[in-house]
């Protein structure tokens, strides 16, 4: 099935972007520990550190499994961010030459090799990617006893910033904002599932809008072959992510990045996330979005019915595929509210 989603009726979610862009100051960096002496260095590579042809300037952030920093590219001048392989349960760094080294080298060695590995896996499955709305990965490398990766950088701001912001200037984000952003990224990840990929964590900090306005995923440390990598890997972003994708005996796919899609705009939309999606499978608590007058008389009740479809509890309940969302978005689905649609959601719910 062929997208452009470029061509459709939704223009770029750029109507408030480039004004709040403009006012968020520069991201300080991120303080080091004290200089002490000790074998130990803290975790982020230092400013300034030079690795395999980029120049650290800061890092980014950093989770249990890795740490991402932005850095330049010497050779181009360009800036780029790196992730760098770091499950710091299983290794620390060392001061003198920043290398990463075992905790317990007798008993740590197979699992930190085989977070190495499948972190360089990764790494050559997202290289392969090309797509406008997918981060591109430039680069890997082995360096250091640990292994990185280079992505392209985004100038911009997280969705889930953005949304905030909108909620902030007490201005909701336009209907043709919504479906620019709705039809991109469906577009990108109907690519991805071409591809028998699957994103496992999508939620408003993974996608970042571009000065342009434009929607890009990012963060694929979760990323999973979906008919070739088995092995269950249970990761949560609570409120975004899937039933299915929690329990062992689950059956991951492409509904699944559709619930967590869905869940990251309702967070838009409501400015709160969806109930834990264990609670949600026993009792369903959540509002839909179709049922709040407030958002009817703003949004076309097809595509408020569309996003409540996608991140429904059962799997049978939401779409298959992007295809079919992307089809239930047609120029039918911008038909706005009626008065009535309007007046019955505003009468209290049973």
């Not at 470029?6 to 960096?29: K, R, T, V, Y």
Request: with cysteine.
């Amino acid at each position: 099935m062929q997208h452009s989603p470029d061509n459709a009726a939704a223009q770029p979610a750029a109507s408030f972007a480039d004004d709040i862009l403009a006012g968020i100051e520069q991201a300080a960096p991120i303080s080091g520990a004290e200089a002490i002496e000790c074998d130990i260095a803290p975790k982020e590579l230092p400013a300034g550190a030079d690795l395999h042809g980029y120049r650290i300037l800061r890092p980014l952030g950093a989770g249990g499994f890795g740490v991402t920093y932005l850095a330049e590219e010497d050779y181009l001048a360009r800036r780029v961010v790196i992730k760098e392989s770091f499950p710091d349960s299983l290794c620390y760094r060392q001061a003198d030459t920043l290398h990463v080294c075992l905790n317990d080298p007798d008993n740590g060695t197979e699992n930190y090799h085989w977070a190495r590995g499948n972190f360089l896996k990764e790494a050559r499955i997202l290289a392969a990617l090309d797509h406008p709305y997918i981060a591109k990965v430039y680069s890997y490398f082995e360096a250091n006893n640990t292994a990185y990766y280079v992505t392209e950088y985004i100038d911009g701001l997280s969705l889930g910033e953005l949304a905030d912001d909108y909620a902030r200037c007490g201005q909701p984000i336009s209907q043709d904002a919504l479906l620019g952003l709705m039809v991109r990224l469906l577009d990108a990840l109907d690519y991805m599932h071409s591809k028998h990929l699957l994103h496992r964590d999508i939620k408003p900090d993974n996608v970042l809008i571009t000065r342009t306005g434009l929607p890009v995923l990012i963060d694929f440390g979760a990323a999973r072959e979906s008919y070739g990598d088995l092995t269950p890997t249970f990761v949560e972003s609570q409120g975004f992510t899937p039933p299915e994708q929690l329990r062992a005996d689950g059956h991951p796919g492409p509904w699944s990045d559709l619930y967590a899609l869905g869940a990251t705009f309702y967070y838009t939309l409501k400015g709160k996330c969806l109930p834990p999606c264990h609670q949600r499978e026993f009792f369903d608590k959540a509002e839909p979005l179709a049922s709040d007058p407030r958002l009817l008389v703003l949004y076309a009740p097809a595509i408020l019915r569309s996003i409540d479809k996608a991140c429904r509890p059962l799997v049978e309940e939401r779409y298959a595929d992007a295809a079919a969302w992307l089809a239930d978005l047609n120029e039918s689905a911008l038909a706005p509210a009626s008065a009535q649609e309007i007046a019955n959601a505003s009468l209290p719910r049973a």
